[in-house]
Each structure stands twice: as structure tokens, then as C-alpha cells.
């Protein structure tokens, strides 16, 4: 198992990052919110999980062993894998999803793409004794707020090397789509979303 990779940032795209190992380039999956923390050039310890098929292997990476653990311990529940588990933790943090667990938390769930009503159930019934109680009351307030997902988006994209100048534009012709979702934006989305504005304007 790979447990971590370690080294300079050599690129960034919207959902992977390729760092430098020894000479060679590791290319890991990653949400937004991993990314947005990344800076190509930078150095850069990502905790890793690797998912091996019949055939691919696919390295995921996350902020921190915490993470890694949760994202572990999702793929226990029957139908989830490793795309639907790295979908949760870029809707919530591992904290968030243990009170959503704990709690029985139907609508944080759901927010989830790919979950539904008896999807999330069943998750409740699966999960509940396996990823155990929040860590940290801080990580109540720890998830991105309303203004938060803003700074998340910018960083985002300034990391994948677009100019400040472009990003303000792409955050302001994304905020309409934020301030229309119910509930805490969506970094995930919002990037997509932002990206796709960048490209017709170029």
C-alpha cells in the first residue's frame, strides 16, 4: 500500500494532481477542496489510498490520515466505492459525515450526488458503528460557509494556474448558480462550472 506520496507539485487539474516521487510523477485523485490547497511548484504530503481493479490502479488522495480513513471505511458499506465515497468527502468533511451518520441526517446525505432517500438509509444502518463519533467540536464550523466556498473556488483555480484576474471573473460569473443552491455551495460544482466559463472566454 501506498500510504503517502511526498514532493513538489508538477501539475493540477480539476480533480487530480500529479506530484513528483523521485523522478517520477504520481498522478492522484483528489476533491476540490484537496486542491484548492495545492500550488504547482510547491511541496505537497498527501495521504493516499490506492484502489486496485482488474484494470486500473488508482491513487486517491487526501489532506490528512483522517481523511484517508474515512474514505476507507465508506467503501465498507455495500455499493460504495471509491468514486461515490471521494464524492462524499468533497460534499462534507469526515466530521460532518460522522454527525450525518450519527445523527441520522437524511438531507446532508442526499446532498451527496448519487445518494438517494434509501441510498442514505442504508448507509445509516451500515456506517453508524463503523466511523464512530465526530473528532472535534472546531469541526462543527470547520465545513466551507457561505462566503468560505469563495475563497475555496479562487484558490482553486489561481492553483491550476489561472491569472487572479481570471479567477475573480469566473467566482462572480458563478455566484448567481452558489446563491440559488439550497444550502452551503458546492466547491465541486462551482468549479466545474467556472472552469467551463474560463473556457469560452478564451
Not at 480513513?69 to 471521494?86: D, H, I, M, N, Y
Request: glycine fraction near 10%; charged fraction near 20%.
Amino acid at each position: 500500500m501506498i500510504a503517502f506520496v511526498s514532493g513538489p507539485v508538477a501539475a493540477l487539474a480539476p480533480d487530480a494532481a500529479v506530484v513528483e516521487v523521485g523522478g517520477v510523477g504520481m498522478a492522484v485523485q483528489c476533491t476540490p477542496n484537496t486542491l484548492s490547497a495545492l500550488r504547482v511548484g510547491a511541496h505537497a504530503r498527501l495521504a493516499t489510498s490506492l484502489v486496485v481493479r482488474e484494470d486500473s490502479l488508482t491513487l486517491y488522495g487526501f489532506a490528512d490520515d483522517d481523511e484517508r480513513q474515512v474514505f476507507e471505511l465508506l467503501q465498507t458499506a455495500s455499493g460504495v466505492g471509491p468514486r461515490l465515497a471521494q464524492a462524499m468527502l468533497a460534499v462534507h468533511t469526515p466530521d460532518a459525515l460522522r454527525r450525518a451518520v450519527a445523527t441520522t441526517d437524511e438531507k446532508a446525505l442526499t446532498a451527496v450526488p448519487g445518494i438517494g432517500k434509501k441510498g442514505a438509509q442504508k448507509l445509516f444502518l451500515e456506517l453508524k458503528d463503523r466511523l464512530g463519533a465526530p473528532v472535534g467540536a472546531a469541526a462543527a464550523a470547520a465545513g466551507p460557509g457561505t462566503t468560505g466556498w469563495r475563497d475555496q473556488l479562487h484558490a482553486a483555480l489561481i492553483g491550476l494556474g489561472y491569472a487572479t484576474r481570471e479567477a475573480d471573473e469566473a467566482v462572480a460569473a458563478v455566484t448567481p448558480q452558489a446563491e440559488a443552491a439550497e444550502g452551503t455551495p458546492q466547491v465541486g460544482p462551482l468549479l466545474k462550472a467556472a472552469l467551463q466559463t474560463l473556457n469560452r472566454a478564451r
